[in-house]
């Protein structure tokens, strides 16, 4: 499989299959009537009033902006694997899909979303982001070449002095013969 190494792309397409994936998961919840919206009608809340995402052309333009959102949201993703190294990788997805619930918490706070009606619709928003989270974080190292990721035994490598023994004499005064022992060893970066 080609593997790429534009950080970008492998962001956005990393976000866009876990917001694939998120949207499937929410459709399916939403089917078992477990929630109140599918998230076509979240994001459409940006541009036209709540009552007006059940239409058609309202709920597509929606869904663009959530599939939209969703593959810039693998960038941080990307950027955060890059580097901390890809070990972890499903907890380090977790984490960027946490905070991007968090958004949309922040957006009720602020007006800009609608709240949840039901406590059921919290929790799916919840298992929806951690599904979103985990299939990117995948995506995203299963797409990237491995070389884009740090290495953290290469990364603490170069920060570690080390201490040498200097080869010679130094004199305290120029006029001694004596060694001066706090100049014996220095350090070398």
Do not use: C
Not at 51 to 76: D, E, V, Y
Not at 116 to 131: C, D, P, R
Not at 146 to 161: C, E, G, L, M, Y
């Amino acid at each position: 499989m080609l593997k790429m190494k534009d950080s970008i792309v492998v962001g956005l397409l990393g976000g866009l299959l876990g917001t694939i994936s998120m949207n499937i998961s929410n459709l399916l919840i939403f089917k078992a009537g477990k929630t109140e919206k599918l998230y076509g009608h979240i994001a459409g809340e940006l541009f036209v009033a709540p009552f007006r995402t059940n239409q058609r052309k309202n709920f597509i333009l929606g869904q663009i902006a959530h599939i939209g959102i969703g593959s810039i949201w693998g960038i941080p993703l990307t950027y955060l694997l890059k580097k901390t190294g890809k070990d972890y990788y499903l907890i380090k997805g977790t984490v960027i899909s946490t905070l991007s619930l968090g958004s949309i918490i922040l957006g009720q706070k602020f007006y800009v979303f609608k709240k949840f009606g039901l406590t059921k619709t919290s929790y799916s928003a919840l298992w929806n982001h951690l599904v979103y989270g985990l299939v990117s974080a995948q995506a995203i190292v299963s797409l990237a070449d491995p070389t884009i990721f740090a290495s953290v035994n290469k990364s603490h490598q170069n920060n570690d002095r080390q201490i040498k023994p200097e080869i010679g004499y130094h004199y305290t005064d120029g006029l001694s013969n004596e060694l001066d022992q706090s100049q014996l060893y220095h350090l070398e970066y």
